[in-house]
């Protein structure tokens, strides 16, 4: 079993929340956005939760950083978008064949608009295809802050991530679907089961109250997806609502951005 967590810690100094939830979730692989914390100091704060010796991941960028206590030997880095909104690995735990892990943290709405969403999700997927023919396999992973929603877009249009909320049917469908004569590979998106109150923890990962006439309130921007290859290993996702010590929201119930971040995180588990 390999324990994934992500988190956006929008800049803030968070290692020792950081180390918390790696101790309440006996996390593996930590995948931090926004993060400007210097690596030796991560290092240190996880090294302290006397769960094994953590490392940066070589090929991790300057926002996105990748920490692990597996060997970073078979850890390979693939390529690294010009402007960072995502990594590419090639990892190999043990003898298991290896996978795909692509780490994202695409566009913010805040400053790019729906088309620019659309763009960058393109090219996101273009370079998962290209990448997986190079590979030869589809056993992909992309987790990270996606900035959209599990039913927008840039993360449901063909031209994009092509996520759909069930495995039934991207196992009914071969893991692919045909558009005007071309072949679209599929990925599962569980964070579906994240939308609304009637799921268990928070009702999305980020909060926000525009004042536009359009408003969700609760959003899911921080998603794990995974291809028909890997999508059946997959065992749980969790919105943490706590770091196992202390609280993540407010009295409100909202994200505490005051001390921790206006993200939660994201904990997702995988039997390989």
């Avoid at 079993?1 to 930590?30: C, E, G, P, Q």
């Avoid at 059946?232 to 505490?256: A, E, S, W």
Wanted: glycine residues 8%; contains cysteine; neutral net charge.
């Amino acid at each position: 079993m390999i324990t994934f967590l992500f988190w956006n810690i929008k800049k803030k100094l968070l290692s020792d929340r950081v180390r918390n939830l790696v101790v309440a979730h006996a996390a593996d692989v930590v995948v931090l956005a926004e993060c400007h914390i210097p690596p030796a100091t991560i290092v240190a704060a996880l090294g302290a939760t006397g769960t094994g010796s953590f490392a940066l991941v070589p090929g991790s960028g300057s926002r996105l950083q990748l920490y692990t206590r597996l060997p970073t030997t078979r850890w390979h880095a693939l390529y690294q978008d010009p402007l960072e909104a995502w990594l590419t690995f090639r990892v190999q735990i043990g003898r298991r064949p290896a996978f795909l892990l692509f780490v994202a943290h695409l566009p913010s709405k805040l400053h790019a608009g729906e088309m620019d969403q659309l763009l960058v999700a393109n090219q996101l997927a273009a370079n998962i295809r290209a990448t997986e023919t190079q590979q030869g396999h589809e056993r992909t992973i992309v987790v990270g802050d996606l900035n959209a929603n599990p039913f927008e877009s840039s993360v449901v249009w063909a031209g994009g991530l092509q996520a759909a909320m069930s495995r039934d049917v991207v196992a009914r469908l071969g893991g692919e679907r045909e558009v005007r004569g071309t072949e679209y590979p599929l990925f599962y998106n569980p964070m579906w089961g994240a939308l609304g109150d009637r799921t268990p923890g928070p009702s999305g990962t980020y909060y926000r109250s525009p004042s536009g006439s359009v408003n969700y309130f609760w959003n899911t921007y921080d998603q794990v997806l995974l291809r028909a290859q890997l999508m059946n290993h997959l065992r749980d996702v969790i919105v943490p609502d706590t770091d196992g010590v202390n609280t993540l929201l407010t009295v409100n119930g909202l994200p505490d951005a005051a001390s921790g971040s206006d993200h939660l995180p994201l904990v997702f588990r995988l039997d390989w």
